[in-house]
């Protein structure tokens, strides 16, 4: 369906706008949680890096 042709129809159908509003939503709100998840990985791998190298230096100072 092309994009003039589910205007025209949202024009004359309300719940055809009502549908399309919803998938809209839906759309956006998949969005929001790809993003907080990427976000949350992208802070547990550097907790795990910082934890890491945090026990490097205590090896390194363990050695010396």
Known sequence: MKKTESLLGAVFFP?????LVADFLDHVQSLAHE???DDLQQFVLLQRLTRHVQRQVIGIHLHV
């Open 15 to 19: 719940e055809v706008l009502e549908l």
């Open 35 to 37: 993003f907080l998840l």
